[in-house]
């Protein structure tokens, strides 16, 4: 299967993303918040740095509940915001 190459907004929607799970998750490890999502370390490794910026909504939906996080505050801080 071959994947089409990502759009520049899409990675940029990865790297917000990224930063927003960096921030929420302050002080608790990688494996506290990926454990708590159901989710491997690395997982939330590749989210987190943007090697993965467009994970599946069932991913991002685990990660905002174990971070406390609304699903309409990530959408508002990620989203593509044309200029």
């Known amino acids: 299967m071959v994947r089409t190459p990502l759009t520049p907004e899409e990675r940029e929607r990865g790297e917000r ?3 927003l ?3 929420a998750r302050g002080g608790r490890s ?3 918040v990926a454990a ?3 989710l491997s370390a690395e997982t939330l490794r ?3 740095t943007g090697r993965a910026p467009t994970p599946a909504f069932f991913t991002v939906a685990a990660l905002a509940e174990a971070l406390s996080l609304s699903l309409d505050d ?3 801080r990620c989203a593509f915001v044309p200029v």
């Open 17 to 19: 993303l990224g930063a």
């Open 21 to 23: 799970l960096r921030e």
């Open 30 to 32: 990688m494996v506290e």
């Open 36 to 38: 708590s999502a159901g």
């Open 46 to 48: 590749k989210i987190e």
């Open 74 to 76: 990530v959408l508002r």
